[in-house]
């Protein structure tokens, strides 16, 4: 059964600095992954989706690597700003069942100014 | 307006009633799913569909119905609602499976 973790749960860094949040999963057999920006009382923006094939994705300020034999991915925030502050979500949709999407926990990002 | 809507927004309602959560999306994606989100327990998947008239059982669809007639709607019934399913209901849409899923903004639902 594919699981999805998220370390850590929260997170809190001053403004300016670059930062990577950290998302593992325990098959590697995914179809691929897609982080999400969750802000509070909010619906889930998608920010990036990083298909099997493929080992990262860039927009803006945000790059995120996949490392599929190792089950990991990671979400590089540059230059951070109080604005990025929410919950970031990964998830994956794997092979086996590429109709569902599982999701982890998150993390809840802070930027303090 | 192009995208994925959820309607209401904030419901309340009591215990053993019916309620339908309504979900639309207008870009004619193949797959859609309700989410279920709650505090301890992150987004766990309920139903799922890949096509109109093709429906499946996510992680935890005790105590829900769904249908899809049209390929642009996705409503979630709770038959015989309970304090238990109280949460934030999310439904998504993806073109097919290899593609970006869009979400919708939620509905609060509480259970009296």
């Known amino acids: 059964k594919q699981e999805v973790t998220q370390i850590p749960a929260a997170l809190s860094v001053p403004e300016g600095e670059n930062l990577v949040l950290n998302c593992s999963f325990t098959d590697s057999a995914i179809y691929n992954l897609q982080w999400f920006r969750q802000d509070p009382g909010k619906g889930l923006t998608s920010l990036l989706l990083i298909q099997s094939s493929q080992r990262e994705q860039t927009s803006g300020r945000l790059n995120a690597s996949l490392d599929k034999s190792s089950g990991r991915s990671t979400l590089y925030i540059a230059a951070s700003q109080p604005g990025d502050s929410a919950t970031y979500l990964c998830?994956?949709?794997?092979?086996?069942?590429?109709?569902?999407?599982?999701f982890g926990s998150g993390t809840r990002l802070s930027i303090r100014p | 307006d192009a995208g994925i809507t959820q309607s209401p927004r904030y419901k309340i309602t009591e215990t053993g009633r019916q309620v339908t959560l309504m979900c639309h999306q207008t870009?004619?994606?193949?797959?859609m799913f309700w989410y279920r989100q709650d505090l301890g327990h992150g987004l766990r998947l309920i139903y799922y569909?890949?096509?109109?008239?093709?429906?499946d059982k996510g992680e935890v669809p005790d105590g829900y119905v769904v249908s899809r007639s049209k390929t642009e709607n996705f409503p979630l019934t709770l038959e015989s609602a309970t304090r238990s399913q109280t949460s934030v209901y999310f439904c998504?849409?993806?073109?097919?499976?290899?593609?970006?899923?869009?979400f919708g903004q939620g509905t609060r639902l509480t259970v009296v």
């Open positions: 569909s890949a096509a109109a008239d093709i429906t």
């Open positions: 998504a849409s993806s073109e097919w499976q290899g593609n970006e899923a869009f």
């Open positions: 870009w004619s994606h193949s797959y």
């Open positions: 998830a994956v949709r794997p092979d086996s069942s590429a109709s569902k999407i599982i």
